[in-house]
C-alpha cells in the first residue's frame, strides 16, 4: 500500500470514529403521528410505548409480539403465559393491568387509542413466542377501538421478515431475521402511514448514524447501550422538509453489542424510509447479567428495569411483581426513547417558532 493511500485510509478511519454524533440533530418532525415497531422484547416495547404515549404515537407494528401488559411484572409470566404458554394467560388480570395504570395516569389516556393503527404479525411456525400470543394481542387492542392489520399465514419461526436478507423463513436462530419473500418493514410502514408509500429504494449508507445514548439514561438500571442509530433520508437533513419519525426496537440477541448493524441495516425499514422521508430511530439495549437482570439484552417487558426486581435477581423464582412503572410514560426505558424522540423533533418547535416571529413583524 502506498503512503498516500495508507495516510487516507487512516484518516478516513479517524473520520468514522469522529462521526458517533454526541447530539442528536434537531429536526422538522411533528412528534403527533409517530409510529413504533419491534420483534419479540422490541415488539412487546412497541405495544407499552404505543399506549403509554397514545397522544404522540399513533401506530404501532408488532412482530411476535403479545398483549400490552402481558407480565404485570413477573418475569416468570414472560416465559410461560407471554410466550410458551399462552393460552394460560389471565387475561382479566391484563385488562385490570392496563385499567390501573389508566386511572393512575400513568399512560395517556386510553381514549387516544380508538382509531390508532396497529399491524399484528405471528409466524404460523413461532416456537419462541407462540402464535396465540398475537391473537390476545389482536383482541386487547380490539377492545381498545384500535384499526388492525393482522398477518397470520406465513409459515415463519420466530424472526424479524425480509424478502431480501436472512435465513430460511422456519429458521430457528440468529440473527433472527428471516427470508420469508415478504417485504415486512414496507407492509408494516405502508400500512401503518395509510397505503401511499412509495416503493422502497436503496438505503444510502452516509444517512445512519451512531449517537451518544449515554446522554439519555439516569441510571445503569435503563440498560441502554453506550450508543444508539439514527437513518435521516437526504431530504430530511436540512430540516426544510417536515419528515415522519418511526422508531424501532430489535429483539433480544440482536442490539449492536451482538449483532453490529446488521439487524440495523439488513431488515429493510431503511429503504422504506429513504423513499418516503421517514426518519428512523433505532434505541440499542446493552446486555446485563445480573443487575439489572438482562443477559440476553432485550427491552425491558417484565420489569427488570424496577428496584424491587433486585429482590431476586434471577427473577424466575420471584413470587413478587416488580412493578408497572415500566409500562408507564415514567417508565426508565420508555422516558429515555422519548426524550431522543423529543430531541430530534426540536427542530419543529424551533420552525414553528420561526413562522410565528415572522407572521407578528408582517402584522
Ligand atoms: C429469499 O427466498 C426466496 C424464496 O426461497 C429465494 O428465491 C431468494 O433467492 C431468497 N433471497 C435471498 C437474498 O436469500
Not at 1 to 29: C, D, E, H, R
Not at 65 to 91: K, W
Not at 263 to 272: F, H, Q, R, S
Not at 318 to 346: E, P
Request: hydrophobic letters at 35%.
Amino acid at each position: 500500500m502506498g503512503k498516500s493511500l495508507m495516510l487516507f485510509y487512516l484518516a478516513t478511519i479517524l473520520i468514522v470514529n469522529a462521526s458517533v454524533l454526541q447530539k442528536l440533530p434537531a429536526l422538522n418532525i411533528d412528534l403527533v403521528g409517530t409510529t413504533v415497531s419491534g420483534i419479540s422484547s422490541g415488539a412487546y416495547m412497541s405495544g407499552q410505548i404505543h399506549v403509554a404515549l397514545s397522544s404522540f404515537i399513533k401506530g404501532s407494528a408488532i412482530v411476535a409480539g403479545g398483549p400490552v401488559g402481558c407480565t404485570r411484572g413477573y418475569l416468570m409470566y414472560s416465559t410461560t403465559e407471554c410466550m410458551a404458554i399462552p393460552q394460560d394467560l389471565n387475561i382479566k388480570s391484563v385488562d385490570e393491568t392496563i385499567d390501573k395504570l389508566n386511572k393512575d395516569k400513568k399512560i395517556d389516556d386510553i381514549s387516544n387509542l380508538k382509531g390508532a393503527k396497529s399491524y399484528i404479525f405471528a409466524g404460523l411456525k413461532d416456537t419462541i413466542v407462540f402464535p396465540l400470543n398475537g391473537v390476545h394481542l389482536q383482541d386487547q387492542f380490539n377492545k381498545l377501538g384500535l384499526q388492525l392489520k393482522t398477518v397470520y399465514d406465513i409459515p415463519a419461526e420466530h424472526a424479524y421478515i425480509t424478502n431480501s436478507f436472512g435465513n430460511v423463513c422456519d429458521f430457528k436462530g440468529s440473527p433472527y431475521i428471516n427470508n420469508c419473500s415478504y417485504n415486512q418493514a414496507y407492509e408494516t410502514l405502508n400500512y401503518l402511514y395509510g397505503g401511499q408509500l412509495k416503493d422502497s429504494t436503496k438505503a444510502i449508507d452516509q444517512n445512519l448514524f451512531e449517537f451518544n445514548q449515554q446522554n439519555y439514561f439516569s441510571s445503569f438500571m435503563t440498560s441502554l447501550y453506550s450508543s444508539g442509530y439514527v437513518y435521516i433520508p437526504t431530504n430530511c437533513a436540512d430540516g426544510k422538509t417536515k419528515c415522519r419519525l418511526h422508531i424501532n426496537f430489535h429483539g433480544c440477541k440482536q442490539s449492536v453489542e451482538v449483532l453490529g448493524k446488521n439487524y440495523i441495516t439488513m431488515i429493510g425499514i431503511n429503504d422504506v424510509a429513504e423513499a418516503n422521508d421517514i426518519i428512523v430511530l433505532y434505541p440499542q439495549i446493552v446486555k446485563s447479567p445480573i443487575f439489572p437482570f438482562n443477559p440476553e439484552g432485550c427491552w425491558d417487558w417484565w420489569g427488570y428495569t424496577e428496584w424491587n426486581s433486585m429482590l431476586a435477581p434471577t427473577g424466575y423464582y420471584n413470587l413478587n411483581s416488580a412493578g408497572l412503572n415500566f409500562l408507564s410514560k415514567d417508565g426508565l426505558q420508555i422516558k429515555s426513547v422519548w426524550k431522543m424522540a423529543q430531541d430530534l423533533a426540536a427542530g419543529n418547535k424551533a420552525s414553528q417558532q420561526l413562522e410565528y416571529e415572522q407572521e407578528q413583524e408582517q402584522e
